[in-house]
């Protein structure tokens, strides 16, 4: 009896020292995961993650590389997402169905990769490094995840491997999502930051192409943005866009004005100084305001309108030339038109006596023809006066008694003898 206590004992004893053990394992699992998430929780990238699981995994399981693969969709291959090794960055997996029981969530240990296909097929530099190979998988919002574990020696990974990462698997799964969703987060953020920086550019070809100078002032009219540090060779060496123009009171007041009345404006001309070109500068700016509805500052442009001004100046001066270029010409007209009108009227009086003298019925009407032409003539330099007061903005239009039938019946006679020329030829 004595010795079936003891041997009773001694069971209790070796189940008690088990139990302790289990326990202590327990509560150094329980240390490491809650010491892993903590690490996690401070990292600031996918590789801090992954380390910090690596760190955590590296006391109970021997491996020598490990890495993490992705997919978008059942159709993809696996992309390599991190890794400890450089001969598997950007690699690509394709999918059999060893990974598909892992991607499900089994634990695998492979004492011969080689054999299966997914691995039957690796380059060179990396069919060394797995000889011996341990995985899981995950299911992540953008789709499947595999952590892979790698050793250049075969047998390296058993069962209590794959124990160990069903205990483990709560971290496992923690850490592969977080790294998935940095990952995704870190892309989200390099195309954003593209699309930022070239919409940098955008704009400031946009400033270049229109000339424009963008400022911002806040409600103390302090800069607080400008798009280059000088305009148009003027050096902006003032922090108020006021204090710009100290030299030019008159225009310093409008443009307080402007800000004070809080309304948008545009178009405000300042000329520099001519020791720096005189070149001319318009100003347009909007007030701009918080959510709440609440004053911020301003913001506006400042554009070069020298050769604006220039055009204006030319073509005011082309307008000028016109205008005294077509003077003269109704000068010219006018002149003209007098000192024709003077020996036609000494023609028109002969003609007059001439009738008058006693001519056979023949030689009257040559001379009433005559007289017709020269009326006629006369009726032509009277037009060309008329346009020239038609410019002047002076013309009046008169009525006069006339007769077709006799415009008619001197048409005829002028053309008479001309159409029975060409009739006898």
């Known amino acids: 009896m004595p010795s079936r206590e003891t041997e009773t004992l001694q069971e209790t004893l070796l189940a008690l020292l088990r139990s302790q053990e289990r326990e202590k394992q327990l509560r150094d699992e329980y240390s490491a995961i809650l010491a892993g998430m903590s690490a996690m929780a401070g990292a600031n990238s996918k590789r ?8 955590v995994l590296r006391k109970y399981i021997g491996f020598e590389h490990a890495l993490v693969l992705t997919r978008e969709d059942e159709t993809s291959h696996l ?7 450089t001969n598997f960055e950007s690699c ?46 995950v299911k992540v919002s953008s789709g499947d995840a595999l952590l892979l574990f790698l050793h250049s020696q075969p047998g390296q990974f058993g069962a209590s491997c794959k124990r160990v990462l069903a205990r483990f698997r709560p971290l496992l799964e923690r850490a592969i999502i977080d790294i998935d969703y940095r990952e995704r987060l870190q892309t989200l953020v390099t195309v954003r930051t593209q699309e930022l920086l070239h ?37 902006i060496d003032k922090k108020s866009l006021l204090d710009l123009f100290d030299d030019d009171a008159d225009f310093q007041t409008k443009l307080r004005n402007k800000l004070l009345s809080n309304e948008d404006f545009e178009d405000l001309e300042w000329q520099l100084p001519g020791n720096e070109g005189g070149a001319w500068i318009s100003f347009s700016g909007s ?29 005011q001066q082309a307008r000028q030339q016109a205008e005294s270029a077509n003077a003269a010409k109704s000068q010219f007209l006018a002149m003209m038109s007098h000192e024709i009108r003077t020996p036609l009227n000494a023609v028109l009086g002969l003609m007059d006596t001439l009738a008058d003298s006693g001519l056979n019925i023949e030689q009257l009407k040559w001379v009433n023809q005559m007289e017709q032409s020269a009326q006629l003539l006369l009726t032509i330099i009277n037009d060309i006066l008329d346009l020239s007061r038609i410019e002047s903005g002076k013309f009046d239009l008169y009525m006069e008694p006339m007769s077709v039938a006799d415009c008619a019946t001197l048409v005829v006679e002028q053309l008479r003898d001309q159409a029975q020329k060409k009739i006898s030829i």
């Not at 801090?48 to 760190?55: H, P, R």
């Not at 992309?79 to 090794?85: A, D, F, G, M, R």
């Not at 007030?287 to 100046?313: C, M, N, W």
Request: with cysteine.
């Open 48 to 55: 801090q993650v992954f380390n910090s699981l690596l760190a």
């Open 79 to 85: 992309e390599e997402l991190v890794t400890t090794c």
């Open 92 to 137: 690509s997996w394709e999918v059999n169905q060893t990974f598909i029981r892992a991607i499900n969530g089994e634990s695998i240990a492979l004492f011969d990769p080689l054999q299966v296909a997914e691995f039957r097929y690796l380059p060179k530099d990396q069919t060394g490094l797995c000889r011996s190979v341990l995985m899981t998988g």
């Open 199 to 235: 919409n940098q550019q955008r704009f400031k070809d946009f400033a270049n192409t229109v000339g424009d100078w963008f400022w911002e002032i806040d409600t103390e009219y302090r800069f607080t943005y400008i798009s280059a540090p000088d305009l148009s060779n003027h050096v």
């Open 287 to 315: 007030p701009y305001f918080s959510k709440h509805g609440e004053l911020r500052g301003y913001r506006g442009t400042a554009k070069d309108i020298t050769s604006k001004k220039q055009r204006l100046v030319e073509l």
